[in-house]
Structure formats: structure tokens, C-alpha cells
DNA sequence: CTATGGCACGGATT
DNA sequence: AATCCGTGCCATAG
């Protein structure tokens, strides 16, 4: 790409240095957890920036953007739910839980790659900061760190009111959230309660049988002790139906929470790694109800808002001493910086905005309604160079409103919604189907693809060939 | 003989 | 320019 070119797409910003765009395209280019450390280690050696933390919305307690009014309060009353709100956050809090004390810090962990690899402390924090308010957020800290390594709650609820002197409701609050983060049920203070949050969980997606809920709450110590007449006479039922309840929980729900993917082992074919990375921006519904306009929020991880430091400012001008050469050069270089990072947001923003409305009912209904769609496209709507649009998916991760993180780059997989249909097809098939009938029966679904595609996908999903499905799936039929 | 997976090619995408 | 992805051909396992 050319100078002229580069200089083209940001025509919006007054004179522009090669450095600038150097600067810009290198900042484009990082992660949300990156671009904190960078902003770190300018601010930290750089006495021209400053980062005012001063605007709070008085409501909602969150940071204000750096534009306007509190987007998530102010305009919620009037809002058409076709319409989706994107706004850049400057969250900062959500890269400075310190792991392991019961409040927040800001130290950062020495090593940048160790951010990647999150305990479950940090890893259930990150999954519930998004919904606590701010005077849950130290309560939840509390929670998240005394657990023990099966991820039950070691302490006492009503050690916790005490210490933070909130009442036992406030806490069993922030508890109930939690433990609807993955993995479902942490934080419970016994199996018999983790059970229970994961039952919770799979009722809101798939029917669960009959009585699975009561025997668990209310004759869970009959059940561990295999006592299947006693429970099936106190629930008024027969001692067959009690088996099948014990059977689904010991398929279904796991006592652990925790040791499933923390502890001694983890998933073996897990070809999405476990570990967790920070959402570069999040996605959620308004309020957190479904049907509500969808909430676009770009994390930018500086504290506050940058700006120059006015007093840096003002002693320059007033005293032209010896060392103003250098302070100048200091100047530029933060106010350069300052506009990078505001070039970075407002790319981000159009991006986001663009992905959205073309993928809003894949956000909503899941993997089968994804659209097909390419950097390019994006690239030609925005009208800047592709590379830009590459540069500023790379690498980044999006929370989805069902809180699955996921890729950026998701948004731009072709084969997607065909694997989720495919996998649709072989769920409800009656017999094992060959690939050559999963072919046909795509092409009924208007998807035309080759044959060995079919194989292809069929792998990637991890379906197994049509003659091993045959024992495992139809063994007695 | 059929169903599937390996390899490699070419076009699209980044 | 490098990489990814869908596809065709062919070998081979069942």
C-alpha cells in the first residue's frame, strides 16, 4: 500500500506523519490487553500523558465513554430494538483483578503470556464483571478467591456480610451469578448446590426429565446412597423412574464443577483450548434482556480517558528553559499517541458496527444463521484498505450475549453456518448416513457443496464416519 | 465394490 | 507474497 493510500483512510484526522500511521497501524494490530501495557509504559515514562478517571455514570456506576452520555442508562428508556448501541469503554477494571488478594490492584502479571492462561478465579471474574455492579465487584472478589480446588465456596456466606457489611441477600445475589458462569455451579458451597445451578442451566436449553430437580434438592443424601425405593416412595414414583433420574445426573451433570477443565486433567478433545483470553469487545443484550437492542462495547483498557497533561502544558509555556526541546518532543509524542489510539477506536467502532448489522441474527440464533461475509467487503463499505480491516480483526476475541467467547474472525467463516447445518442433519438422522447422503441432503437444504467438502466438515465437527456412527449411535437398532 | 481419507492444485482471501 | 480453503483424483481399508 502506498503512502497516498494510507494517508487516504484517515483523511478524518488533520496532518498526518509517516509515524502516525506507522504508529496507528501497529496499534490496530493489538489486543485489547495489549494496547494496556503499551499505554503503561508510555504513560509510565512519559510525563505529557495523563489519564483522567474522573467520569463515572451516577446511575449504572460505570466509566462513561469517551463521548457523550452514559449510553447503557440514559438512553435505555427510548431505544428501538432494531437499533444496536456501540460505544467505547474505558474498563479498566477488567484487567486489574490481582488473582489472588480479595480486591483489585493494578499490578499486571510480569509475564504478558501468563495473562492467557487464567486460574479459575480470574477466569469466573472475567465471565461475570460485565453484570456486577460496582459494589458487587469486591463481594464477587471475595467469593472467587476462597475457593477451594473442586471449586466449592471454603468460607461462610455470613463471613462474607460481615467482612464487607452488606446484607445476606447482597451476597447470595453476586453468588447466583457466579455460578452460572462456566464452569456451571463454581462457587457452590456443596455437590447438591452444584448440581442444582447446572440443572437450572440445562432447563433454560434442553427439557430435562421429570423429578431430576426435586430428588436433587430435597433427597439428595437417599440418592448418593443409591436408596431408590425410599426416594421413589417419597416422591410418589417408581423405583424404575428414580434409576433413569440417577442415570441422567451421572451422564449429564458433573458434582465438580471445577475439576472439569482446572485441576488434574483436561479435556482431551477439546480443539477450542480452554484458555481464556480477554474480549477485545463485548456484545450483550441492553440491560441484559433478551429482545432489547444489542449493546456493542469496546473495551479500551486505559484508565480514563488519555489527554495531554495540562499542567506539562502549562510549564512549558511558561518556563522556556533548557529543557523544552525535549519536553516538546515529549508533547508530540503523547498527543501523536492520544490520536492513534482515538484512530484505533474509531476503526474499531465502524467495524463493529458493519459486523453487527450484517450478523445480528447469528449473534441472536446461533451458528446456522451466519452470513457469508469477507474482510474486503467490509473494507470497500468503510472505505479503507483491507489490510486495515485484517489488521484490526486479528487476534481479537468477542463476547458474545450468550457469553461465549469467540474469535473476531468467526464472523468471517464461510463454512460455519454448512457445519452447524451438517451437524444438524446427523443429529436428527435415523440411520447412519454416507457422506454422499449428507450431500443430498444438504443440497435439499439449498447448500451446494463437493462431496469430499462433506468429509471434510463432517471432520472438523468431529463426526465420526458413517460405519462408526453405526455402532455407536444405532448399536441395538 | 464402496466409503473415506491423503495429497496436491488452483483460486480466493488476507 | 503468503496462507487458507474447497475440490478432484487416487489409494486403500472395510
Not at 483483578?97 to 480486591?103: E, I, K, L, V
Not at 461475570?128 to 455492579?133: C, F, G, M, T
Not at 455402532?471 to 437398532?477: G, L, N, W, Y
Request: aromatic fraction near 6%; glycine fraction near 4%; hydrophobic fraction near 35%.
Amino acid at each position: 500500500m502506498s503512502l497516498k493510500q494510507m494517508q487516504g483512510q484517515y483523511q478524518a484526522q488533520a496532518p498526518l506523519t509517516s509515524a502516525h500511521i506507522a504508529q496507528t497501524m501497529t496499534l490496530l494490530f493489538m489486543t485489547s490487553a495489549e494496547l494496556l501495557q503499551t499505554i503503561d509504559v508510555e504513560l509510565g515514562k512519559n510525563p505529557a500523558l495523563e489519564a483522567i478517571n474522573e467520569h463515572r455514570c451516577p446511575s449504572c456506576g460505570r466509566r462513561l465513554p469517551e463521548f457523550g452520555p452514559c449510553p447503557v442508562c440514559s438512553q435505555s428508556k427510548t431505544m428501538d430494538p432494531d437499533e444496536t448501541i456501540v460505544f467505547i469503554s474505558p474498563r479498566d477494571d477488567f484487567y486489574s483483578y490481582n488473582g489472588n488478594g480479595s480486591s483489585y490492584s493494578n499490578d499486571l502479571p510480569d509475564d504478558p503470556y501468563s495473562a492467557a492462561n487464567l486460574d479459575l478465579p480470574s477466569y469466573v471474574l472475567r465471565q461475570v464483571a460485565p453484570e456486577l455492579d460496582v459494589d458487587e465487584r469486591e463481594i464477587a472478589a471475595m467469593i472467587l478467591t476462597n475457593l477451594d480446588e473442586d471449586g466449592f465456596l471454603s468460607i461462610e456466606i455470613s463471613d462474607i456480610c460481615r467482612f464487607h457489611h452488606v446484607s445476606l441477600e447482597k451476597v447470595e445475589a453476586v453468588l447466583k451469578k457466579i455460578k452460572r458462569c462456566d464452569p456451571i455451579g463454581v462457587a457452590s458451597r456443596n455437590i447438591r448446590e452444584a448440581l442444582l445451578a447446572q440443572v437450572e442451566h440445562l432447563s433454560e436449553s434442553t427439557p430435562v426429565p421429570e423429578f431430576v430437580r426435586r430428588a436433587i434438592a430435597d433427597h439428595f443424601d437417599l440418592l448418593s446412597k443409591h436408596q431408590y425405593s425410599d426416594v421413589a416412595k417419597l416422591l410418589d414414583t417408581t423405583v424404575q423412574k428414580v434409576k433413569l433420574v440417577s442415570h441422567y445426573i451421572s451422564e449429564n451433570l458433573n458434582p465438580f464443577p471445577a475439576r472439569a477443565s482446572w485441576g488434574t486433567f483436561r479435556e482431551p478433545n477439546d480443539n477450542t483450548p480452554e484458555v481464556y483470553q480477554h474480549p477485545d469487545v463485548l456484545i450483550y443484550y441492553l440491560n441484559n434482556k433478551p429482545g432489547n437492542p444489542l449493546v456493542i462495547e469496546i473495551i479500551t483498557p486505559s484508565r480514563g480517558t488519555l489527554r495531554i497533561n495540562p499542567l506539562f502544558k502549562k510549564a512549558l509555556k511558561a518556563q522556556p528553559g533548557e529543557n523544552q526541546e525535549e519536553w516538546k518532543k515529549d508533547l508530540d509524542k503523547a498527543s501523536l499517541l492520544i490520536k492513534c489510539i482515538q484512530q484505533r477506536n474509531n476503526t474499531i467502532r465502524q467495524l463493529m458496527e458493519k459486523i453487527v448489522s450484517v450478523q445480528k441474527s447469528f449473534i441472536i440464533h446461533g451458528d446456522t444463521e451466519m452470513q457469508p461475509l469477507t474482510r474486503a467487503e467490509i473494507a470497500i463499505e468503510l472505505g479503507v484498505h483491507e489490510s486495515t480491516i485484517s489488521r484490526a480483526v486479528a487476534n481479537k476475541t468477542v463476547q458474545l450475549p450468550n457469553r461465549k467467547i469467540i474469535p473476531l474472525s468467526t464472523f468471517f467463516d464461510r463454512s460455519l453456518s454448512v457445519r452447524a447445518v451438517l451437524r444438524e442433519i446427523v443429529e436428527n438422522e435415523s440411520h447412519a448416513m454416507n457422506d454422499t447422503e449428507l450431500l443430498n441432503s444438504l443440497q435439499k437444504k439449498g447448500i451446494q457443496v463437493a462431496r469430499r467438502t462433506v468429509a471434510k466438515y463432517r471432520a472438523m465437527e468431529g463426526i465420526l464416519p458413517a460405519h462408526l456412527r453405526r455402532v455407536q449411535k444405532f448399536a441395538t437398532a
